[in-house]
């Protein structure tokens, strides 16, 4: 059975620093994309940022991008997201995505694993 673990959530202060994990197990993930979403509290979820199996390829959202940075361990099919410079709008629980297209992580249409969250609150 496959599971997608997110942990490195908490309370953070603006302006600091976490590192959210997205630990991948019950399968071989080799030529997977992975990918962060988050849904903030009366919000629709959306995508953060995605890396494909090689880390040849990132991208990320505009409001992210130069302050989140993911990374990810092909051996301990682990996905990391550094978050710096957090703001108070970052507060939302945060989910890992995993497919084997690119694209259908970008798009969060057709993915076919999803974790359960991280919640991340920024207090300003």
């Known amino acids: 059975q496959v599971q997608l673990v997110e942990s490195g959530g908490g309370l953070v202060q603006a302006g600091g620093s976490p590192r959210l994990s997205c630990a991948a197990s019950g399968r071989t993930f080799v030529g997977y994309t992975m990918g962060w979403f988050r849904q903030a509290p009366g919000k629709e979820r959306e995508f953060v940022a995605a890396i494909s199996w090689s880390r040849s390829n990132t991208y990320y959202a505009d409001s992210v991008k130069g302050r989140f940075t993911v990374s990810r361990d092909n051996v301990k099919n682990t996905m990391y997201l550094q978050m710096n410079n957090l703001k108070p709008e970052d507060t939302a629980v945060y989910y890992c995505?995993?497919?084997?297209?690119?694209?259908?992580?970008?798009?969060?249409?057709?993915?076919?694993?999803w974790g359960k969250g991280t919640l991340v609150t920024v207090s300003s």
């Open positions: 995505a995993v497919d084997r297209t690119f694209s259908s992580v970008v798009a969060g249409k057709g993915v076919e694993y």
